[in-house]
C-alpha cells in the first residue's frame, strides 16, 4: 500500500455507513484473478447520505475485475439507500 493512499481513511470519515462486504468481495474476485498482491487492496464502499461510493483500483483491468464482482448488488444497495 502507497503512503500517499489515503482513500479509505478518507472514506471512513466521510461516509455515514460502510459496507465491508464490498471490499472483501473484490478482493476475493482479485485473488481468484490470480492477483497475489490482492491482499494487499484497500478498496471499499460506503454511503454518503443516498448515495453509494464505491473505492476502487487504479488499475483499469483490476477494475473490471472488481466492478464485475460487487455489481450485481449495486441495484439493491441503491434501492435501500433509497
Excluded: H, W
Amino acid at each position: 500500500p502507497a503512503l500517499r493512499d489515503v482513500t479509505p481513511e478518507a472514506m471512513t470519515m466521510v461516509c455515514d455507513k460502510m459496507y465491508d462486504g464490498f471490499g472483501e468481495q473484490m478482493r476475493r474476485a482479485s485473488l481468484d484473478a490470480g492477483v497475489p498482491t490482492a491482499i494487499l487492496s484497500r478498496q471499499s464502499a460506503g454511503s454518503l447520505n443516498k448515495t453509494l461510493v464505491i473505492n476502487l483500483p487504479g488499475k483499469p483491468g483490476s477494475i473490471r475485475t472488481c466492478l464485475d464482482a460487487v455489481f450485481p448488488a449495486v441495484p439493491y444497495c441503491i434501492d435501500l439507500l433509497g
